[in-house]
């Protein structure tokens, strides 16, 4: 934790520019003393970019590869099996590197928060809601993938000024999200609908609906099904499906109706922008994704879990959502060259011809999704109470219909647990390679079982079930990562490990 300290010096000490569609651009413009920087109502909004500002490496690898590949969706023919198999251990770089990545953005919004006390007047009311709801809602964000990735974390709350101040134990699990709960409650009180522009209310930001849908992802996790059908009720209608699937992902309807919330890339350097093209799709068509969709045909050979519940095979006749998320390119099979060209299926969804260099691309990176808050609250209406051909199914319906799909009706899912299990088949689809199915099968309690089959098709491999615990709020088995080993010399007031490690 004394590894933060450096960060709050530089309190975005790159976020100086930006428009109004594009927020952050972390561009180093040269170092400011914090107590200059964040002086000033315009110190502040700078300092609001910065607490977004980690996302951007987050999305770029640390969830492609721990909320990823460690899913039942895809798999890597190469070395880096650690999140594939889960063969991690303390030391693994990534672990590290997203708890640090997580605790910066905390720590930013923290002082942020901190700062602005001292400030005696703000342009109007609104701005000061807006940086205060937006730094909550931040927080809260980011102690969200830490709770679901490590359980309990050191809850740090205020500006740190020294290094025992960052030195705390780990909080418990019903502690964490306790304080998210909070932060997102402020946050919807204090943050816009929408946000029209201009400095500090540029679009792309955190508004009152995305502080919304993550507190009904809070809900879900925590199976508080009539909180999560409370916390999505507004939200229906505010925004709407896109016509065209792509249009997602493509960079051509950022921040638009279709979606909630977005890491916003576009800047002109690597730490700018994505190399998602680069994880999923083969550079310049010369073969080599470092990441594959998981293909029951491979007979779990190739590389790791290659089979095994292969999403290849999960997509209905007439999706049209499989030929924009997968595709062959016609090419060569460069992991059995005995196979006939177009055999071996890529993730597409993310692949970028026009920027360039093609490992840097400038769209954004959907977080929140329309349809993942309409297949959200079809899943805690059905949890509440299955009813036949209620709201649950529209809501479900929507989002098939718009796939190409024809709908469900109770003579096709005629109880609860069939309904249960086409919502979650329609997630796996509709939010593919998105970095949700890790977090679902955690929550459901079915990752080990999912996982272990997949191992089994590859042989000579075991779920590591000693590091599961038993969730404290929803009873079910629950998969954690380790507490990056070099925090226990940072911070001896951790002390705990997590079983298994």
């Known amino acids: 934790m004394k590894n933060y300290i450096k960060y709050i010096g530089l309190v975005l000490i790159g976020v100086a520019c930006f428009s109004c569609s594009k927020i952050l651009d972390p561009e180093p413009e040269g170092q400011v003393a914090l107590e200059e920087l964040l002086a000033t109502e315009e110190g502040l909004i700078t300092g609001v970019n910065g607490v977004y500002a980690p996302l951007q490496p987050i999305f770029q690898n640390t969830m492609v590869q721990l909320a990823g590949r460690s899913s039942d969706d895809s798999w890597t023919w190469r070395k880096e099996t650690e999140s594939d198999i889960f063969n991690i251990d303390e030391s693994f770089g990534l672990i590290q590197s997203t708890w640090e990545n997580h605790y910066q953005g905390i720590t930013r919004a923290n002082t942020v928060l901190s700062r602005m006390t001292l400030i005696e007047e703000f342009s109007s009311d609104e701005m000061k809601s807006i940086i205060e709801g937006q730094c909550k809602f931040m927080r809260g964000f980011y102690y969200f993938h830490l709770v679901r990735f490590y359980g309990g974390v050191p809850l740090i709350l205020e500006e740190i000024k020294s290094p025992s101040e960052a030195e705390l134990p780990r909080a418990s699990i019903e502690e964490v999200y306790a304080q998210i709960k909070l932060d997102l409650k402020g946050a919807i009180t204090l943050l816009p609908e929408s946000y029209s522009g201009g400095a500090g209310r540029e679009v792309g930001q955190a508004t009152k609906y995305a502080a919304m849908v993550l507190l009904a992802k809070v809900n879900l996790e925590l199976e508080e099904w009539e909180a999560a059908v409370e916390n999505t009720t507004d939200i229906i209608g505010k925004g709407r499906l896109l016509e065209n699937y792509a249009d997602n992902f493509n960079g051509s309807s950022e921040n638009g109706p279709g979606s909630i919330f977005e890491v916003q890339y576009g800047g002109e350097t690597a730490a700018t922008t994505t190399t998602l093209r680069n994880t999923f799709a083969p550079e310049a068509f010369q073969g080599g994704a470092a990441s594959l969709p998981t293909d029951d045909q491979l007979n779990g050979e190739g590389g790791s879990l290659s089979s095994g519940y292969g999403i290849v095979q999960e997509y209905e006749t007439g999706d049209k959502r499989f030929e924009i998320t997968l595709a062959d390119y016609n090419l060569d099979n460069f992991l059995f060259p005995d196979q006939p060209k177009g055999s071996l299926k890529f993730v597409n969804k993310y692949l970028n011809n026009i920027d360039q260099p093609p490992s840097q691309s400038t769209w954004n990176y959907p977080v929140i999704r329309y349809a993942d808050v309409l ?39 005629a109880s609860q647990e069939e309904f249960r299990l086409a919502l979650r088949k329609e997630r796996r689809i509709e939010l593919a390679f998105e970095t949700k199915r890790y977090f679902d099968m955690n929550r459901w309690g079915i990752l080990e079982d999912r996982i272990q089959f997949q191992m089994d098709i590859k042989g000579e491999l075991t779920f590591p079930a000693q590091r599961l615990i038993s969730h404290p709020i929803t009873g079910k088995p629950y998969f954690l990562y380790p507490i990056p080993l070099v925090e226990f010399s940072n911070n001896a007031n951790i002390q705990e490990q997590n079983p298994g490690y």
């Open 375 to 413: 297949l959200m609250r079809a899943e805690a209406l059905n949890e509440v109470a299955y009813a036949a051909n209620g709201e649950a199914f529209d809501l479900l319906n929507e989002v098939r219909l718009n796939a190409g799909l024809p709908g469900h009706d109770a003579t096709t899912l």
